[in-house]
């Protein structure tokens, strides 16, 4: 019996799934125009309402036709979210089809652990298509 009760809480413990950071929209569409330079913003929200630090990395076949100031942004515990600014310059051709680019926010480890850690780290992504 004392097996079975530690099975299911060990089951809930790892249903449980929480992220610290959270960011929206999920997804842009841009329809594909040879050349087209425009903007674009993402909002990474702190639903922790901590202090923290993210690291942002844009990732995909095309990940160097967009562009963001910032490759970090701060939070402190009262900063609810933080709305990112980015730049899209799209080239003079691209495969027909769709093509994906993910901007990843991941939240940067506080301070700095003696020995070994195991754990996660809460990382989100938005992503930008460029239907052609």
Known sequence: MKKLLFLILIVILLA??????GISPGIRIIDFEPKLKTTGT???HNL???DMRVYLQVDGEHADIIKIKEEYIDFTSDQESKTIEYKVKIPEY???GEHTIKII?????QGSAE????GAIPAVMTQIKISV
Do not use: D
């Open 48 to 50: 922790e309402h901590k």
């Open 16 to 21: 449980v799934n929480i992220n610290a950071i």
């Open 105 to 109: 926010a991941i939240e940067q480890e």
């Open 115 to 118: 020995g070994t850690f195991v």
């Open 42 to 44: 993402f909002t990474i």
């Open 94 to 96: 691209l495969e027909p």
